[in-house]
Nanobody, 124 residues
Framework: QVQLVESGGGLVQVGGSLRLSCAAS????????MGWFRQAPGKEREFVAL????????YYADSVKGRFTISRDNAKNTVYLQMNSLKPEDTAVYYC?????????????????WGQGTQVTVSS
């Protein structure tokens, strides 16, 4: 089990950028696939970006492809989400999540540990 703490959310104007961070505790972080998910009011939680245990493989939702970049630093037990060219529809609470497996999945049920979430609001 790992504990996850997100940071970096906030209010940004359309076209702006934010960088989210997710700090993990525990010695198993480097063997776990990680994901960023988001949930807007009245909507289901959806995957945004995924990264394998090594960082060598990433996968993005079509809605953010080309604008968001997921990365990780296993030495720092941290995963990042760089968000550029933000749109109002990106407004949501963003969560990071960890799987016990090192392989990616876009299914929320496949993740064992979740952070508390960080609010991202994109204003027009």
């Amino acid at each position: 089990q790992v504990q996850l703490v997100e940071s970096g959310g906030g209010l940004v104007q359309v076209g702006g950028s934010l960088r989210l961070s997710c700090a993990a505790s525990g010695r198993t972080f480097s063997s776990r696939a990680m994901g960023w998910f988001r949930q807007a009011p009245g909507k289901e939680r959806e995957f945004v970006a995924l990264i394998s245990w090594s960082g060598g493989t990433t996968y993005y939702a079509d809605s953010v492809k080309g604008r968001f970049t997921i990365s990780r630093d296993n030495a720092k037990n941290t995963v990042y989400l760089q968000m550029n060219s933000l749109k109002p529809e990106d407004t949501a609470v963003y969560y990071c999540a960890a799987r016990s497996s090192g392989y990616m999945s876009g299914r929320t049920n496949d993740y064992d540990d979740w952070g508390q979430g960080t609010q991202v609001t994109v204003s027009s």
